[in-house]
Structure formats: structure tokens, C-alpha cells
């Protein structure tokens, strides 16, 4: 966001760029409509003083959580009154870059009684929830349980007599740990329990239970709730309250269990209903694309300010006493920084084909097509993994790259790692996940040939034939620059990958056995199918249509960098398995390197696209006018310590050592 | 530690050892001597309620930094009334384990004089040192300089005059900024600054600078001094008071420039001493292997944490009600998790090889002989580099392999991840350390043949002619436990590595710009020749006399573990260099599998040998007990959020939202 600035250090950068900014930003935010959109909320944002958070690192867990309550009802207040749409509000609230009960509240529980609700309980409950007459988390995960979500203890035993389930905790592992939203606020719950009617075990299934008192907010009687206590990094996800909860007999109504897919009948029986759980894969499609999109949104605010700071920061190499190198021309640093830039961007396309799929699947679904169901939630599985891993890896990786100063809160990046992680956890541990892709893979090499054609991303494996056989035609760097060569080799790598996993399997005692035994190759094998799909969907998006000058040629080599640096870091995965020759792979590396020079002009215009405030970015480091140092030492001084020039403590446990009378002082 | 529990839930792992686990804590100690010594001092401070840091993520940092100077103080004291020995004083300070200024007092003020200082200036400074009568720092980066240590601002011009140094901070970016101990205690700092007599810049010298009145602690006149403000992390390094300084003209008698290696006589002649600036090179060494140790040490606390709670945790795969499956069980889990816990045991023996290689280079010193300190300048200069990398990587990959609740701060990860990862930067920034190491191998590499033969790590290069050629032996998978074919596959992969840097470099213009364009892949060379050196100390170590039932063959599998699995993750390398092929390099991955089975029974005993008591380790999920749920449950009710039931701020802003009437309340 090009902000009125006095001095612009990056101007000469900006004045490189071989492309039209404005139009990039068009690309990078989906349309014109979206980019006007989220320019004028992170606008609105910005400049609302209630939104500051330069400060959060600083403030202690209980003023923290205050200042986000503060937070999360000025944004819903501001939304009414500016009557923002649903899109508006969505942005505003991604604007206000805080983690609070509010997320929950919109992206699962009102999610979970849509999905799940029946159409009856979607009327009694969504109006309230709608107006935040009542504020509702999900409450599936346990002290003992997260990944294994059948394995949950809380019971939900029916009453026939009072026509009422009661909800217990029956075991301290049973307690619930980690709902967002629970800790402090919400008011209800949708609660994930073992049903138990006439002494039968039906497995799990949610059921809205009430917390607190609409009155005086206190946990009603029977329940037992506290916030688990402090997560990782300053400001970050502590602006939340994980909370543990646990019930001791709780009696609720029977029309509180949802009953979409299951119900209980006035008689205590359990009846499952037509409707297929297969269903519930289409709300999970729906989480992970969001968490796709979060994915590229985060990695691209870490390369942003990584991007600007290594354009600003020089080190070394002055000539004459000229001014030193800026380290963004060190070789070492592009070829760590421009990959993680090449996959924000790539991030950005497929979390966009992710958004085009889920609408695809919601249309079969109410066409009753179930087909490509088990195809896109493996894929939304692995592309959830892959991007969150890396985008992880990545933030760590752009605080490295600026040297000492990235260990300061005020650039920004320690807060956004310690928010971000764990984004590999929660909505599937991201190795649990890359074990269901690999299944999903098994069975598709196990039937090809049988007729059944794989669909969507796996479509490619029909070619199997081929792509087992075929050879990489590249002779010189240059031919790595065709769509069609490297489409080939990560085609050829991925299948080869999977086969050799399959073979590998049947050689085993028993197929589930092998699948144990050879569970982390399966995993590398999902990776390499996950990747694919992205350099296949990077490379299908600088195909299409692009506006503006030179925008699409700049796509087109984020898109190469994306691929060949993919192909140089698993080079043992492609050699291996013979998709391509060493010398092959040399090549890469050699075009790689050519590559690095046509993105180093267009580095921080290409960070520009984004459209990123520095309210937004939060970071002395990541500032648009580059005017870095000033910003660190001015933040410097607001540090509680710097409160006094002697600071506490002094008296009672510096100057006893100093005067050497420490013995009778009392330290 | 064997502490006196009531429960033992590990009681099961800790039966299928097949070693002498208390044999294998004299061999990670290094001796029974300094076993002894780290088990008292360990219990010393875990029994001291000074010492508890259960809270310390909770606090905010005016009180965080307050307990810091307390536990300062305090085991200052009980150092002395102990008597302890200079090496149990420092096991005490380790087991302390929370960063402060005594780090950089004892660990660079003190040394930084007994370096660089004249023997008159050493008996002067550090008697006083040594009795803390004083408190030093040391200043050498600036706001815009840290790695171009030439490129520093700040300076000290000679005023014959008054035979004084007059230290001025011209710029805001010639600022002193991170140095450790100067925000808030030290009195003095050995200032690194430009050296000016009659308008002569003679380039960087140290001095020794009082900061501060020994009398009220305030800043002394024309000395501005702060903390530069909140880091990375709750707790973690923030008890630290990293500062900022600036100096306005501060005049310093000529004698407190350090004037071992060069002096400025009254009359302001600049003079270069006899003594050889490599000299300098010998404390670098020193730091650099304390380093590294302290690398065995943050990887092996992670490890340890991360096994215990893995062998704790269990997920999925319950047979007929009976228990789940130990997380630990998963190969993907275990892909994970070995060969990180064999890294430690690597890194703790390549850190004791360290310890020896800076006696022998200091003897060698002693003796006028400077012929190997380049190359253990270079050797230490990687190592580092390479074992904080893999130890910051590693403690976050442990911190997700306890899935969810890794990310509390009661696991004690988070914080622990937060408090190591400036090791990347400090000390030199790892990129930049191993382009120092290219440099000297692709030296190495031109002076083959020369006659001037290669020593120490990098004598293997002799058979450079051999290892060019050579074939890997291997045709089945057992072949890879002989310590002969990993060590040549090693040796063939580095010198191939560099050797075609080289060749690529002398294509170039000239040979700087050769190797600037080059960078990338002469890191990755470095990388390899680093490893090998890890390998090579491994095997040595294994093949050395051990005592103990078993202890050996663990070693051996772990020392195994590690060096496949460093082929298997560098296959690229190892195969595009032709060292091995792709069917061997299948199996290697084979062997690590089988290996991975070996090493499971004996996991749990195996991290039991660090020897940690509960204290030190500080994770309710890494717990000598095992007893995991309980502990956090309780941890989490500690939480300051958790002082009431209603939070703070419900009636302003959470209240107003249920009752709709948020537009009248002042949100
Ligand atoms: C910040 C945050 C917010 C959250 N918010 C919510 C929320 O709002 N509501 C809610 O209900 N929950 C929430 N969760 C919980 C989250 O969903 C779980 O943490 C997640 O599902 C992972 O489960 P786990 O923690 O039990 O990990 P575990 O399953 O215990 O994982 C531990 C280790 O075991 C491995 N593992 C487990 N199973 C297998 C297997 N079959 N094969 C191989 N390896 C395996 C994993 O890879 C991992 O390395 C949240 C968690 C976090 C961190
Ligand atoms: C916790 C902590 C404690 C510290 N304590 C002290 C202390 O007590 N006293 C003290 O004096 N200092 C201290 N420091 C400062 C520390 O020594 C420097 O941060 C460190 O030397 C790195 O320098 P830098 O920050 O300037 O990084 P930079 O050099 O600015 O690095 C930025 C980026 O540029 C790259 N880069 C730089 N030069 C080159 C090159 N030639 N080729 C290729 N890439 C290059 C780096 O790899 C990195 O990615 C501390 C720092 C930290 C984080």
C-alpha cells in the first residue's frame, strides 16, 4: 500500500521493477473487487487506534487478553455500523490480525451446526448465534485424544426417563483441552462425545451443550472451565483462550444433539440416517482451503519484510569507501529467500484453485456425486500439510535472513512463527494427514488398469504406462524452462515414488503391516504428489489469460523458481528414481541461478503486490519506506524495562555484588 | 536423574533397555569425575526454591528480569559459600539455566581482556572481574553492522593532548546494539571501535569503557544506555538485557585501549606488536567449541522430552479395547525422532573432540607453531554453523512430535526453541560461517598436488585422486554398518562436492566473482565436508575403548543412525556426485529402517542417560515419571487468566455483545 511517506529508501528498488505493480496486485488479490475490498479494510484498520499492536509482545497475559475482548467487539461494532457485507467483515477481521474466540465462532461452531444440524436446530440456533446472542466454540479435542478422534472419552448418555443426554467427563484424559474460545468467553459448545443409549456405544457425535450463564457469564453447574495456560511466544496465539472443560453429569435436552446424520429417537434409539457422513468431508474441505489461503497470506508477510529488510540491509563489500553490498544481492540469501517468495505465490494459486474446488464439490454433493469426494479431501489433506509446513519453516527461515535484528520482537517475525505453527497441528497433525494422502495414493496405483480412471490430481496417473518408462529430454538449463519438461519430471518422480512404495507394500506380510513398515517413504511419497499439484496449478494459472505489462512474464519465473528450486532440494527423490539424470539436475541448479538474477530487480516490487500496511505487517524491518534503523531504536525505548535508568532490582541484587557485601545482604 | 517417585509410568520402557544405562551417563558426561559433578550441581539447584522458573513464561519483563538479577545474585552467593570449583561453578550457572549478564561477564568481557589485554592492563582489570567488583560487557555490534566487523562506526580518536581516547557514536546506526548485559547492568564494556590518531583510521580495537557510576549505577556523562526491547519468546532470552549504546564524546585514558596486538604510544604513533593477530583466532576457537557443547546439550534436553512424552502418548490403533499404540511406535515418528537423539550423541562427542582440538591449538600457540589454526578456525567456524542449525531445527521438529500440546509452554519446548535460536545468528551468522569454511576448502582443494599437504579435518583431502574415483562397495543393505564404506562414501561426496566448486569457480571471470556466483553451492559443499567431520569424530569415538554392558553396540547403532540418515537426506548429493547409487542409496534407507527398530526398545533408556533432572528439563511432558496428564492439568490453572472465573473486561466488552446492546456501551 503505497502510504504518503517522507522518505522512500526502497524508491531506487521500486523504480527496477520490470512489471506493473498495479496490476500484479489485481493478480495476487483475485480480482479487482477482492483487491478494492481488502485495500480499504486494511485501510480501515490501520487507521483505528483501537486496532494498535505494536505493543502486544510486551503486554502480560491477563492485559493481553483484555485489549483482544477490546478488540473483537470494536471490529464488531465497527462492522455493523459500516453494515460491512459478510466479505467486508471477513477481511476487516483478517485486518485486525488477532486470534480470538470470535474465529472459533465463525469458522466452526456456526459452521458445525450448519453441517450438522438439522434443519430445525439450524433455525433455533443460527439467528442467536448470528447476532452473538450466544458465542459458541468447538469442543472435540481431549487431554488424551486430538488426532484420534473416535478414540474420545466424554459420554453422552441418554435419559429416557428425562428425555435428556447427560454429559460427562469420566476420566481426567477425558477433560476437554484446547478449544479456542473456551477458556474465558464462550457461552456454548459444540461438544464431540461418545452417545450411549440402553448401555450402547454409538460412537461419537456433537451436541450443543451451554456453558455460562447468559446472565452473569459464570460456567453453569457442573461445568468446570479454565483457560491451559500460556502457548507459545509473546502476544501470538495468547490473545486466546485455549480452554479446558470438564462436566460432571450435565444434563441437556435431547434436541440438542445434532442430528443431521444420526439421531436418537424419543425412545433412546439410535438411528443413523441417510444422509452420508460423507457429507461432513465437504465442511473439512471448506477449513483446509481457508487454511491454504492463511498459508500464503502468512508466508508472504514473512517474505515481505525479509525481502525489504535484505534491500535495505548492507553488510560487507564496500569498494573505496562506497557503500556496502545489500545483502539481498548475496547469492546465498536469494537462494534462500526467492524459493520461500515463489511459493508464496504459489500458495496463492492453489489456495485460489482450492476455493474453485470446494465450490465444485458442494455443487456434485447437492447433485448427490460422490465420486470426486475421496480425491478432493485427500488433496485439500496434503496441500493443508505441505503449505502450512512450509510456510512455517519459512517464517523461521526470513527471521534468520535478517541477521540479529529478526530476534526483536519489533521486526515482527518471532510473533508471526509462534502465531503461525501451530497451523501444522490443529485441523490434522500435518504427518497424520500426509499418511491419509498416502493411502489414498495406494489405492489409486493398486486399481490402475482396473478401469476405474483416477480423477482430479491423480488424473495424471493414467499415464503411468509412460511416465514409469519415460526419460527427461533436458539437454542444456534453458529446456528447464518448459512447462511441459518439468510437468513431466515432478509427474515422473511422483509416480515412480508411489509405485515403488506399492511394490514395496506387497512385498510385506500383509498390506497393512507394509504400510506401517514403510510409513515414512509413503509420506515422502505424498509430499511428492503434493507438489505437483502445486507447480501443476502455478503453471495452469500463468497459462490463463494476465493482465498488465510484464506481470505474466514475472509469474512465469516465480513459477520456474518455484519448480527447479523444488527439484534441487528433493534432487534424490528425482535422480533416484531416474526421472531425471545428474547432469539433468546440475542443470536446474544452473538455470535456478539465472532465474535468481531476473527476480533480484523485481524482488521488492514483487513484495509490493502484496498491498500489505505496515500496520499490517507489524515489523521496524518490513516498513515500505525501507527507513528501518530510526523504527528499531524508537521501538527500543518502549520497553517496560526502559521504564528507569537503574532498573529494579538494583539495590537488592546488583550493588551487593558490586560493593562485595553480598555476604550480609539478604539476595 | 533417578529421582524418588511414586508412579512410574516408563517403568515399561525403562525394563527393555539392553544396555547399562548408567554406564552410558559416564560416557555422555565424559568422565565419572564430571558426572559427579553435573549430578551434584544439578540437584544443588534443583532443590533451591530461588531457582524455580515454573512461572517464568507467565511473567511480564520488568519482573521477569528482576527474578533473573535475584537468581543472578543468589548463585553467585551459593558459589561461594560452597566453595565450588571454577568447573562446578559453571555446571552450577548451566544448571541455573536462564541467559544473563554473567553469560557475557564471564563468558567474552573477562576473556576479551585476558586475550587482548597487556599483562599490566590484565592485572589491573581482572582481579576485579574475578570478584565482580566490576560487571563487563562486550560491545561490538552495532545498529548497522554486525557480521562486517570492519564495517563498524564507532570511534576512538586519540587527543594527544590529554593522552586520551575520545569514543564517539557519529551516526544512529554506529549505536552499539545487542550486546548482552549492557541494557541494564554492566559498569564496564570493552568497546569495539575505530581507532583514529591524527586523522588516521587504523581500523577496529577494543576498549575497555566504565559505563556506569559505581556508586548509584547511573549512566556515566555523554553515555546513553537502554534495552533494545522485548525478543523472541516468553521467558527465553528476555531475562537477558541485550542494550543500546551511544557515546557523545566520552574520553577514556589511553591505557584502557586493549593493546596486546597493537598499542598508540603517548605521542599517538600507532604501533602493530609482534605478536600475530591469529592469536585472536585462539579464543574464537574456544567459544565456538563451548558452542557446540551447548548444542549437544538444548538438542538432547528437546529429545529427551520429545521420547519421553512420544513413549507416554498414545494414538489410534486400540485392538479390542485394549490400549492405544505408543506414538513413539509410528516409523514416521521414529523417522522423525532417532536421528535427532543420534545427533546429540553426535554433537556431544564431535563438541568433546572440540574441547581437545583447542588445547592442542593452544599448546601449538604456545609453542610459535600456527600451522593448524586455519584450518580448526575453519573446522570450529563449521561446526558450529552446523550443530546450532540442526539443534533449532531439531527443538521445533521435537515440539511438533508432541503434536498439540507441544505448544504449550508447559512443555517446555517453546521456550526452549526460543531461547536457542539466536545461536543461528550470534557468534556468526551460520551462512556466513560456512562461506568461510568454502573458502578455505576451495584453498585446500587448489593447493592440492602442491606438496603443501591438507591437516586435520580436512587431511583426507590427500586422496582426493582416490576418492574422485572410487566406487561404493555396497550390494546389500548390511554392507552400510561398516564404519570403512560410510566414512568413504563421506569423504568421496565432500571432495567431489568441492572439487566440481572449484572446477565451476575457475570457468568464471575471475575467481571472486566465481565464487560470489557460486555461493550457494559452495555452502552446500561446506555442509558436506562438516558432516563428514561429525561422522569421522562418531566413528573414532565408537571405536575408542567403552565400558559398560551394551553401551558400545547402542553407540554403535546411534552412530549408524546417523550417518544414513544424513544419506538419505542428502541423496542428491550423494548420488549426483556418483559417491553411491540410487539402488544403494535404497539400501541405506533400509538399513536406517532396521535400525530405527533397534534403537526403539533402548529410546527411552537412551535419553535417560543425559541424566536431566525434572527441573532442568522444565516440560510437564518430558517428565522422569511419565506422569503427563496431571501435571498439566495443574500447570494449566497457574495461569494468570485463570485468577478469576470472569474474566477481566466482561462487562465491557463481552456482555454488551450478548445483551445487543453494543451500541450504547462503549465498546
Ligand atoms: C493452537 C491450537 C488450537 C486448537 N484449537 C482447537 C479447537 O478449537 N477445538 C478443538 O477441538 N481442538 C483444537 N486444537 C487441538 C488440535 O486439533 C489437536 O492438537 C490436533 O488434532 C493434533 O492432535 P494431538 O494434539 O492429539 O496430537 P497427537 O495425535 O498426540 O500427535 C503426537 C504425535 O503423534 C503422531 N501421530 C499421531 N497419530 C499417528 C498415526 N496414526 N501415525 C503416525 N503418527 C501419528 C503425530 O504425527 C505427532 O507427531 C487446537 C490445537 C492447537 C495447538
Ligand atoms: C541474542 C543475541 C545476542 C547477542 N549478543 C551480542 C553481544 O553480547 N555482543 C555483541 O557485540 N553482539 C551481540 N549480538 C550480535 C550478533 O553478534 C550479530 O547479530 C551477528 O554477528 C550477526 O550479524 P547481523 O545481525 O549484523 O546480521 P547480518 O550480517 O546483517 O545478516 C543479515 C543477513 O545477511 C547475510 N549476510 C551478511 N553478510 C553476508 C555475506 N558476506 N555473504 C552472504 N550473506 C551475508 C546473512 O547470512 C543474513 O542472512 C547478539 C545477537 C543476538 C541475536
Known amino acids: 500500500m503505497a502510504e504518503a511517506v517522507a522518505v522512500d529508501h526502497l524508491a531506487g528498488e521500486r523504480s527496477k521493477a520490470q512489471f506493473d505493480v498495479d496490476a500484479m496486485k489485481i493478480v495476487w488479490a483475485g480480482s479487482k473487487h477482492a483487491f478494492d475490498i481488502a485495500d480499504r479494510m486494511a485501510r480501515l484498520v490501520a487507521?483505528?487506534?483501537?486496532?494498535?499492536?505494536?505493543?502486544?509482545?510486551?503486554?502480560?497475559?491477563?492485559?493481553?487478553?483484555?485489549?483482544?475482548?477490546?478488540?473483537?467487539?470494536?471490529?464488531?461494532?465497527?462492522?455493523?455500523?459500516?453494515?460491512?457485507?459478510?466479505?467486508?467483515?471477513?477481511?476487516?477481521?483478517?485486518?485486525?490480525?488477532?486470534?480470538?474466540?470470535?474465529?472459533?465462532?465463525?469458522?466452526?461452531?456456526?459452521?458445525?451446526?450448519?453441517?450438522?444440524?438439522?434443519?430445525?436446530?439450524?433455525?433455533?440456533?443460527?439467528?442467536?448465534?448470528?447476532?452473538?446472542?450466544?458465542?459458541?466454540?468447538?469442543?472435540?479435542?481431549?487431554?488424551?485424544?486430538?488426532?484420534?478422534?473416535?478414540?474420545?472419552?466424554?459420554?453422552?448418555?441418554?435419559?429416557?426417563?428425562?428425555?435428556?443426554?447427560?454429559?460427562?467427563?469420566?476420566?481426567?484424559?477425558?477433560?476437554?483441552?484446547?478449544?479456542?474460545?473456551?477458556?474465558?468467553?464462550?457461552?456454548?459448545?459444540?461438544?464431540?462425545?461418545?452417545?450411549?443409549?440402553?448401555g450402547q456405544d454409538h460412537g461419537i457425535n456433537g451436541f450443543i451443550v451451554q456453558l455460562r450463564s447468559l446472565d452473569d457469564h459464570s460456567p453453569l453447574p457442573g461445568v468446570t472451565i479454565g483457560d491451559i495456560g500460556t502457548k507459545f511466544g509473546n502476544g501470538a496465539y495468547n490473545t486466546m483462550d485455549n480452554g479446558v472443560l470438564r462436566f460432571d453429569h450435565v444434563r441437556i435436552p435431547r434436541n440438542q444433539m445434532l442430528m443431521r446424520v444420526s439421531q436418537v429417537t424419543r425412545e433412546g434409539k439410535f438411528i443413523q440416517s441417510d444422509v452420508p457422513r460423507q457429507l461432513l468431508y465437504g465442511t473439512m474441505v471448506f477449513v483446509r482451503q481457508t487454511i491454504v489461503s492463511d498459508a500464503s497470506k502468512a508466508l508472504s508477510r514473512a517474505v515481505c519484510i525479509a525481502v525489504r529488510y535484505s534491500a535495505v540491509r548492507r553488510q560487507?563489500?564496500?569498494?573505496?569507501?562506497?557503500?556496502?553490498?545489500?545483502?539481498?544481492?548475496?547469492?546465498?540469501?536469494?537462494?534462500?529467500?526467492?524459493?520461500?517468495?515463489?511459493?508464496?505465490?504459489a500458495f496463492r494459486f492453489v489456495g485460489e484453485w482450492l476455493k474453485w474446488l470446494y465450490t465444485d464439490v458442494t455443487q456434485r454433493l447437492q447433485a448427490n456425486d460422490f465420486s470426486t469426494l475421496p480425491e478432493a479431501h485427500a488433496c485439500t489433506a496434503g496441500l493443508k500439510s505441505l503449505t502450512t509446513s512450509t510456510t512455517a519453516d519459512g517464517i523461521e527461515e526470513c527471521r534468520k535472513l535478517c541477521g540479529g535484528h529478526g530476534y526483536l520482537c519489533s521486526s515482527g517475525l518471532p510473533e508471526l512463527f509462534a502465531v503461525y505453527v501451530p497451523a501444522c497441528t490443529y485441523e490434522g497433525d500435518n504427518i497424520v494427514l500426509l499418511l491419509q494422502v498416502a493411502r489414498f495414493l495406494m489405492k489409486t496405483?493398486?486399481?490402475?488398469?482396473?478401469?476405474?480412471?483416477?480423477?482430479?490430481t491423480t488424473a495424471y496417473m493414467v499415464k503411468a504406462p509412460e511416465l514409469m518408462q519415460c526419460k527427461c529430454e533436458v539437454q542444456e538449463a534453458k529446456d528447464w524452462l518448459k512447462p511441459t519438461v518439468i510437468l513431466q519430471a515432478f509427474e515422473a518422480r511422483s509416480?515412480?515414488?508411489?509405485?515403488?512404495?506399492?511394490?514395496?507394500?506387497?512385498?510385506?506380510?500383509?498390506?497393512?503391516?507394509?504400510?506401517?513398515?514403510?510409513?515414512?517413504?509413503?509420506?515422502?511419497?505424498?509430499?511428492?504428489?503434493?507438489?505437483?499439484?502445486?507447480?501443476?496449478?502455478?503453471?495452469?494459472?500463468?497459462?490463463?489469460?494476465?493482465?498488465?505489462?510484464?506481470?505474466?512474464?514475472?509469474?512465469?519465473?516465480?513459477?520456474?523458481?518455484?519448480?527447479?528450486?523444488?527439484?534441487h532440494k528433493h534432487l534424490g527423490d528425482f535422480i533416484s528414481t531416474g526421472s531425471i539424470t545428474p547432469k539433468q539436475g546440475a542443470l536446474a541448479n544452473e538455470q535456478l541461478r539465472s532465474l535468481y538474477s531476473q527476480v533480484r530487480p523485481n524482488a521488492v516490487a514483487m513484495v509490493d503486490a502484496f498491498n500489505y500496511t505496515d500496520h499490517y505487517l507489524g515489523s521496524a524491518l518490513g516498513r515500505y519506506d525501507g527507513n528501518v534503523y530510526p523504527k528499531l531504536y524508537e521501538e527500543a525505548w518502549k520497553d517496560p524495562l526502559n521504564d528507569s535508568v537503574v532498573p529494579d532490582g538494583y539495590h537488592e541484587y546488583i550493588k551487593p555484588l558490586l560493593k562485595q557485601n553480598f555476604g550480609v545482604a539478604r539476595l
Request: aromatic share 10%; net charge negative; charged share 20%.
Open 47 to 198: 487507521s483505528d487506534p483501537v486496532f494498535r499492536k505494536d505493543n502486544r509482545t510486551m503486554l502480560e497475559r491477563k492485559e493481553l487478553f483484555k485489549t483482544t475482548l477490546r478488540k473483537a467487539a470494536h471490529a464488531w461494532k465497527r462492522i455493523s455500523q459500516l453494515h460491512l457485507t459478510e466479505e467486508e467483515a471477513m477481511m476487516f477481521r483478517f485486518f485486525v490480525d488477532e486470534p480470538a474466540y470470535v474465529d472459533l465462532h465463525w469458522g466452526m461452531f456456526v459452521p458445525a451446526i450448519r453441517g450438522q444440524g438439522t434443519e430445525e436446530q439450524q433455525k433455533k440456533w443460527l439467528p442467536m448465534a448470528y447476532k452473538m446472542q450466544i458465542i459458541g466454540c468447538y469442543a472435540q479435542t481431549e487431554l488424551g485424544h486430538g488426532s484420534n478422534v473416535q478414540g474420545l472419552e466424554t459420554t453422552a448418555t441418554f435419559d429416557p426417563k428425562s428425555d435428556e443426554f447427560i454429559i460427562h467427563s469420566p476420566t481426567l484424559t477425558s477433560s476437554k483441552w484446547w478449544p479456542g474460545g473456551l477458556g474465558k468467553v464462550s457461552t456454548h459448545a459444540v461438544v464431540y462425545a461418545r452417545l450411549i443409549t440402553d
Open 316 to 345: 560487507f563489500g564496500s569498494q573505496d569507501g562506497g557503500p556496502e553490498t545489500q545483502v539481498i544481492d548475496y547469492k546465498t540469501q536469494q537462494d534462500r529467500l526467492f524459493p520461500l517468495l515463489a511459493s508464496a505465490y
Open 445 to 456: 496405483v493398486s486399481r490402475l488398469g482396473s478401469g476405474k480412471q483416477p480423477v482430479g
Open 495 to 567: 509416480v515412480r515414488m508411489a509405485v515403488n512404495c506399492a511394490q514395496n507394500i506387497s512385498k510385506a506380510q500383509n498390506p497393512e503391516e507394509g504400510f506401517y513398515e514403510l510409513s515414512a517413504d509413503l509420506v515422502e511419497a505424498a509430499v511428492a504428489h503434493c507438489q505437483l499439484i502445486i507447480v501443476s496449478k502455478f503453471i495452469e494459472k500463468v497459462e490463463q489469460e494476465i493482465h498488465g505489462h510484464g506481470v505474466k512474464e514475472m509469474l512465469q519465473i516465480l513459477c520456474n523458481v518455484y519448480a527447479l528450486s523444488l527439484i
